[in-house]
């Protein structure tokens, strides 16, 4: 083949891909196969995912592995993005079933036992415990509020994350945990009710400490 005059020996085999503007080119690009444009928006959103991996596991291992699984269903996925929310709001939902799936695939308990016996909207805490929970929102820092946070119940500590880390209303975790929006409340209720007590007591949060680590 022939190359035209003025062309660089070699170009009219290789095209080369324009410069990637920003994620809602990298989107669309990425939806027609274009492997550097979903490279940009693994770059773009790894730590994001990786991050809600962590909260939710509380192991660094497996929150490696379901950031890539999570990646990996994206690629699946990509196509039947809308635009109707944002970019990240989206990945960010994906991430948060394919986790709850993974634990429980695990059989891990994610409602409370004692909260399943009768969990009638009767249940539910008198109190709307809908906002976030200011004694726990810039009293302390936030790496202790992570470390008692990962002491919690499981079931507990799913629900404070989806709800006052991660911004879902109570009827959404009632429907991703598959429980009554008045047995989220009540988790959320006895999470918060629980890690205000840690937080007072520092030997108490060490403690549960030790009990986790011990449990493994």
Not at 183 to 190: C, F, M, T, Y
Request: hydrophobic share 40%; proline share 5%.
């Amino acid at each position: 083949m022939q190359t035209k005059p003025g062309q660089p020996a070699g170009q009219g085999f290789f095209k080369r891909n324009p410069p990637i503007e920003g994620e809602a080119e990298a989107i669309e690009r990425a939806k027609n196969g274009d492997a550097e444009a979903f490279s940009f928006l693994y770059g773009l959103h790894k730590r994001r995912v990786y991050t809600l991996c962590l909260r939710m596991l509380g192991n660094v291992s497996e929150a490696e592995d379901m950031t890539q699984e999570a990646f990996l269903h994206l690629f699946r996925k990509l196509g039947s993005f809308r635009g109707e929310s944002a970019f990240s709001t989206w990945l960010h939902r994906l991430t948060v079933n394919l986790v709850l799936m993974h634990l429980r695939k695990k059989g891990l308990q994610l409602v409370s036992l004692e909260e399943t016996i009768n969990p009638s909207e009767d249940e539910a805490p008198k109190r709307d415990f809908g906002a976030r929970d200011p004694q726990l929102a810039g009293s302390v820092d936030r790496v202790t509020l992570e470390r008692a946070v990962a002491t919690l119940p499981p079931g507990y500590r799913m629900v404070f994350l989806l709800h006052d880390v991660e911004g879902f209303e109570h009827n959404e975790i009632a429907t991703m945990l598959e429980c009554s929006t008045g047995n989220s409340k009540s988790q959320l209720h006895k999470a918060r009710l629980k890690l205000r007590e840690l937080l007072r007591q520092p030997e108490a949060l060490v403690a549960a400490e030790g009990s986790k680590e011990g449990a493994r």
